[in-house]
């Protein structure tokens, strides 16, 4: 169905990731950390991208922003974040990022708000 | 950081290096300590020389070899061991979907450490069921036991493991944990105990745990850090430990300010009153962690009003720049009047959060604070008064423009 | 003639005796330091980082950067301090009075633009001019002062600091992403810890991505194989020993994390040393000993600062040099801590030792050298014995460095290539056979020249520099 790019660094969420993702059609290629994720962008081709905030070579909010300079509202991003993190909440929005998921988080609710962003 | 595996054997490896150094060497300092100033023939000498040599020869080799073995090992062992995670955590997430059937017990080492993993990761009826899970294949039980003997660094792995695991029925074994003879046992067991409580959904089985860790952490004597950590991570169960730290006697001073300062932190309006009572504590800390959580909550009782401004005048720095953060919830003149006065103070610190606390008081505080910038008989006054003003001109422009 | 003979018979007896309690020493310190790796790997989870970023339990950090004519540099490091990863940190640049094009090109870099401040000067320094703050990253401040020397620079940068901690930096420092997080971490579970030192690494060789090392590869020069086998000696077992036995006397200038209130009430970095960072922590130690404030100064091996080391012998020996000045300025000034009961385990292990083994060694190491040789021209011995022990303290060198390289070896970020860790074994070995001699006729020398404090003042300024 779509081309999913996640970027997230902790490997146990990356697993879950891919697989809820995979097992819903989707295509996922995962990275973990920001510089790969730069590298991903700019090879392939992607319609959603998933990211963490907490990345440890840098704020993926960094990462929000250059996406939206280059691919405008083209690629949707949905950010990934900490229980207690708004103001990142907050921030993530105003940068332009489509949708969030706070983590811990459950399956279905990540593939229900994927879908959401995918369709439009 | 660190790979897990080898550390102990290494740690013994060196003992044993260190150890056939030791004799031979401890022998020849012997022997030359006992010929000073004796007639001396090298033969003897030379032949302990060379047997130290040797013995330090062979402690060298040994080393050496291990720490060879051990990179050449490690790196394979790892990848498989990180691959068999992996696809534990796959294999559960399809358990957890209703794919396959639940593997029968015993399950290895990486199957739960994949399930732990899980439990951090899922929120919801699978995270649930993820609990469950480690409760019936026994590894909950099996954490329990290490977590409360043997050596320290075990200790500690299945403190953290139980951190993850958040399953209720280990809080007893954790909120006693909190009171161990090790420092970083307790440290690392109030940190699982406060995230395991959270996860105590029926309220009258979390108000009996909120209290036990109350009068653990009451006795655990734990760095005010940590506290304030525990209340962070107890989620709904904050308020009952605030609630019963506030009210127990004989509660440790930094344990006494974490709760207050949870208090803020949290907002738990319904504790106004009883932070007003730490007003007059006689421990300096605790009265300013009083101040701070008053300021923090944004209210402020009549019959507390004299404590806060017996504050201003404190000999302590600290106490004087939150009874001035404070302030400002005085009634709007006396406030302006007070904060006026500590524009002046004699702290640098105590200057800034008067020129704060104005500011905060919308038009009338700009206002006043235009004053003082003006004509604040204090130079000092003017010039902070001043840069507060000139801080909040971008805000000002913004909110005028739009 | 008996006399001499007796005479450099007791001395020869005497180093070799020395040189034995000084390898137990080092075994029982090593010993010590690696299980303190080994505990403290435990103490700091990846769940208990997580939990500190996503909740709001950490202390506000300032990172102190004084830098000196770095215009080459400055744009890269200070790029690198302000993407840590930390929910709420400031980094205060000062540039002491450089001459160079440091402040434009950090003004261009970072969109800086002057903001009149008035901030609180606690610590006397040579006067601030402009302040500046980055409209990029809202947490830069960069400051330009007149010319004082990296103390100077350094006490300015904590009179503009606001948050609790600081972490004083070199200007060429490359800190681990997470070493902020890791060490400010220790002052949270402990109210009495007022200092963090973390392990400094040589990033020579290694493969950089995003400005920080990814791939660790052997440097070309066995100068930089040694000191990479060095450093993990002195801190794996060094530091993490003497921190375990509670006597830590360093934190090293490259990367520590100090109580801003605790530094202050010292009365911050003092400008007379060329070992300020030593300094400043024997200082924390006398000072609070002395008004009986408990306290504690910790060395962690987790939180990890990247540093490039000399790749060439005259640099190299230029740095020891100004090390063991400092080193002998330091004890020098703090000689009332020395076999001092009240100043418990500092007074009575680290002062000693220091000052035994560490600024005598070389003076006690050239003479028994000297000693040696002219017992072997007069015949009173036996040249088999001399080669033995001469054996005998390589082998005891080698081997604590070989247990270094191993604990090296246990870092989830290691030197991966089988020839890579081969090579250190070399290099352990290697130092032993050359370095070592060299680096202590250095030191030698330096003991000689502090005396004198000729080439002192001049090389203070330079402190701070990157000397590769």
């Not at chain 1, 809820?20 to 590298?39: F, N, P, Q, Y």
């Not at chain 2, 909120?210 to 940590?226: E, F, K, M, N």
């Not at chain 2, 604070?369 to 006054?381: C, E, P």
Request: net charge neutral; proline share 4%; aromatic share 6%.
């Amino acid at each position: 169905m779509a081309a999913i790019l996640a970027i997230e660094d902790d490997w146990t969420v990356g697993v879950v990731l891919e697989h809820t993702l995979r097992s819903a059609g989707h295509d996922v290629d995962l990275v973990r950390g920001l510089i790969d994720g730069r590298e991903a962008l700019t090879t392939g081709q992607y319609d959603l991208v998933l990211l963490d905030i907490n990345l440890p070579d840098g704020n993926g909010l960094e990462l929000l922003r250059d996406v939206r300079h280059r691919f405008g509202r083209a690629l949707q991003v949905l950010v990934l974040t900490g229980m207690r993190q708004e103001e990142s909440v907050v921030e993530g929005l105003e940068l332009g990022a489509d949708d969030y998921v706070t983590k811990p988080f459950s399956p279905s609710e990540l593939l229900a708000r994927v879908s959401r962003c995918v369709r439009s | 950081m660190w790979r897990r595996s080898g550390d102990v054997a290494f740690a013994l490896v060196f003992a044993l290096a260190i150890a056939i150094e030791a004799v031979p060497l401890g022998y020849l300092t012997w022997t030359l300590l006992g010929r000073i100033g004796s007639e001396r023939t090298d033969g003897p000498l030379v032949t302990i020389l060379v047997g130290v040599v040797a013995s330090a020869t062979l402690a060298l080799v040994i080393v050496m070899a291990y720490v060879l073995g051990y990179q050449l090992v490690s790196a394979r062992l790892e990848a498989a061991l990180v691959e068999r995670r992996q696809t534990w955590v796959t294999r559960w997430l399809r358990v957890l979907d209703g794919s396959e059937p639940e593997p029968p017990a015993p399950l290895r080492r990486e199957a739960i450490e994949a399930l732990v993993g899980l439990r951090e990761v899922l929120r919801g009826s699978q995270s649930d069921r993820v609990a469950s899970l480690l409760e019936s294949y026994g590894a909950a039980a099996a954490f329990k036991r290490a977590a409360t003997a043997g050596r320290v660094p075990a200790r500690l792995e299945a403190i953290e493991a139980l951190a993850s695991a958040r399953v209720p029925s280990t809080l007893t074994a954790l909120v006693r944990a909190v009171n161990d003879s090790q420092p970083v046992v307790r440290v690392a067991a109030a940190r699982a105990a406060a995230r395991t409580l959270a996860t105590v959904e029926e309220p009258g089985a979390r108000e009996l745990g909120a209290s036990a860790l109350a009068r653990a952490l009451q006795r655990g004597h734990l760095p005010v850090g940590i506290v304030e950590e525990v209340l962070v991570l107890a989620e709904m169960a904050a308020a009952p430990i605030v609630s019963d730290l506030l009210l127990r006697d004989g509660v440790p001073s930094a344990t006494l300010r974490a709760a207050l300062d949870g208090v803020g932190r949290l907002q738990l309006l319904v504790f106004a009153e009883e932070v007003a009572r730490f007003l007059t504590h006689p421990d300096a800390e605790v009265r300013a962690a009083a101040l701070r959580a008053t300021g923090r909550l944004g209210f402020l009782a009549e019959t507390s009003r004299s404590a806060v401004i017996a504050a201003l005048e404190a000999e302590e720095d600290f106490i004087r720049i939150h009874a001035t953060s404070t302030a400002r919830l005085l009634p709007r003149d006396q406030a302006l009047v007070t904060l006026s006065e500590r524009l002046g103070d004699r702290s640098w610190w105590v200057r800034r959060a008067a020129a704060d606390a104005m500011a905060s008081l919308g038009a009338p505080g700009l206002a006043e604070l235009g004053r003082a910038a003006r004509s604040h008989q204090d130079r000092f006054a003017r010039d902070i008064a001043e840069q507060a003003l000139r801080e909040r001109v971008p805000a000002l422009v913004q909110a005028v423009a739009g | 003639m008996r006399a001499v003979e007796s005479a450099l018979a007791g001395y020869q007896v005497f180093v070799i005796v020395y040189l034995a309690v000084l390898n137990l020493l080092y075994a029982v310190f090593a010993y010590a330091g690696l299980r303190a790796v080994i505990v403290g790997s435990r103490q700091t989870s990846d769940v208990e980082l997580r939990d500190l970023l996503e909740h709001d339990v950490y202390k506000p950090v300032s990172i102190l950067v004084p830098a000196y004519n770095e215009e080459h540099s400055i744009v890269a490091s200070v790029g690198s301090f302000v993407r840590l990863q930390y929910p709420r940190f400031e980094v205060i640049v000062v540039s002491d009075g450089s001459t160079d094009r440091t402040m434009d090109r950090l003004i261009d870099a970072f969109a800086l633009v002057e903001e009149p401040r008035v901030w609180a000067r606690r610590l006397p320094t040579k006067p601030v001019g402009r302040v500046m703050r980055s409209l990029r990253y809202p947490g830069l401040v960069v400051a330009e002062k007149e010319n004082g020397g990296k103390s100077d620079a350094l006490n300015a940068a904590i009179n503009l600091a606001r948050y609790p901690l600081i972490a004083p930096v070199d200007s060429d420092s490359v800190l681990d992403a997470q070493a902020i997080l890791r060490a400010s971490r220790l002052f949270v579970k402990d109210d009495a810890v007022v200092a963090v030192g973390g392990t400094v690494r040589a990033l020579n060789g290694a493969e950089f991505r995003g400005g920080r090392p990814v791939d660790l590869r052997m440097p070309n020069t066995w100068v930089e194989r040694m000191q990479i086998v060095e450093y993990a000696r002195a801190f794996f077992l060094g530091r993490a020993g003497w921190s375990r036995l509670g006597a830590l006397l360093i934190i090293s200038g490259a990367f520590g994390l100090f109580r801003r209130e605790a530094v202050l009430t010292v009365g911050g970095f003092w400008t007379e040393t060329v070992g300020e960072d030593m300094e400043l922590v024997m200082r924390l130690h006398a000072e609070n000993a002395r008004a009986g404030r408990p306290h504690r100064i910790v060395f962690s091996p987790d939180p990890i600062c990247w540093t490039e080391v000399p790749a060439d012998v005259g640099t190299l020996r230029r740095q020891r040099n100004r090390w063991h000045r400092g080193l002998l300025t330091n004890l020098w000034r703090h000689r009332r801590m020395m076999l001092n009961p009240r100043h418990g385990r500092i007074g009575m292990l680290a002062m000693p030792y220091f000052v035994l083994f560490e600024a005598l060694g070389p003076l006690i190491e050239v003479f028994g050298f000297l000693m040696f040789t002219l017992a072997l021209v007069i015949g009173t011995l036996n040249p088999h014995t001399l080669w033995l022990f001469l054996i005998l303290a390589v082998l005891h060198g080698v081997l604590l460095s070989q247990v270094a390289i191993g604990v090296e070896a246990m870092l989830l970020q290691r030197y991966g290539r089988l020839t890579d860790r081969l090579i250190l074994f070399g290099a352990a070995f290697a130092e032993f056979l050359g370095l070592h001699q060299l680096l202590t006729m250095e030191r030698f020398l330096a003991t000689l020249q502090a005396g004198r404090k000729r080439g002192h003042w001049g090389e203070m300024r330079r402190a701070g520099i990157p000397s590769g």
